[in-house]
């Protein structure tokens, strides 16, 4: 399950192993949470583009169509803590040059909101999405 790819990537198709595959299903899940969220936050973006994970295929994970206007990253884990992915994410985003930024993710018996005791970068809101 870890080593053999049998699965593929949700979008590129592109074989993976299994664990790999469960990971990158959650985070376009929580990608899509978090759009679907932003969707109505800002009506003004114009949409979104979304390419969670793909490292230099746009510079943030969700970005608005209207240039500037909203960044977001996302992510899954077991908890926000987990590996240091919202500490680098919180990096990312205080670089970013957008007004509204955002640190999305998913955690298993998290609750389902703004986190602001985890928001640590002025201007960059965290919230944990339902999925």
């Given at each position: 399950?870890?080593?053999?790819?049998i699965?593929?990537?949700?979008?590129?198709?592109?074989p993976?192993?299994?664990?790999?595959?469960?990971?990158?299903?959650?985070?376009?899940?929580?990608?899509?949470?978090?759009?679907?969220?932003l969707?109505?936050?800002?009506?003004?973006?114009?949409?979104?583009?979304?390419?969670?994970?793909?490292?230099?295929?746009?510079?943030?994970?969700?970005?608005?169509?209207?240039?500037?206007?909203?960044?977001?990253?996302?992510?899954?884990?077991?908890?926000?803590?987990?590996?240091?992915?919202?500490?680098?994410?919180l990096?990312?985003?205080?670089?970013?040059?957008?007004?509204?930024?955002?640190?999305?993710?998913?955690?298993?018996?998290?609750?389902?909101?703004?986190?602001?005791?985890?928001?640590?970068?002025?201007?960059?809101?965290?919230?944990?999405?339902?999925?």
């Open positions: 399950m870890k080593f053999e790819p699965g593929f990537h949700p979008i590129s198709h592109q993976l192993n299994l664990i790999e595959q469960i990971n990158q299903t959650f985070t376009f899940m929580v990608a899509l949470k978090a759009t679907e969220w969707l109505h936050r800002h009506p003004d973006a114009g949409g979104f583009h979304l390419a969670p994970g793909a490292s230099f295929a746009q510079p943030l994970d969700i970005m608005s169509v209207e240039p500037g206007l909203v960044g977001a990253e996302s992510f899954a884990a077991v908890s926000p803590n987990n590996n240091g992915k919202l500490v680098k994410d990096k990312k985003l205080a670089g970013a040059a957008e007004t509204y930024r955002y640190a999305f993710f998913y955690a298993p018996n998290f609750p389902f909101g703004r986190v602001t005791h985890l928001e640590k970068i002025t201007g960059v809101e965290v919230h944990c999405v339902e999925i």
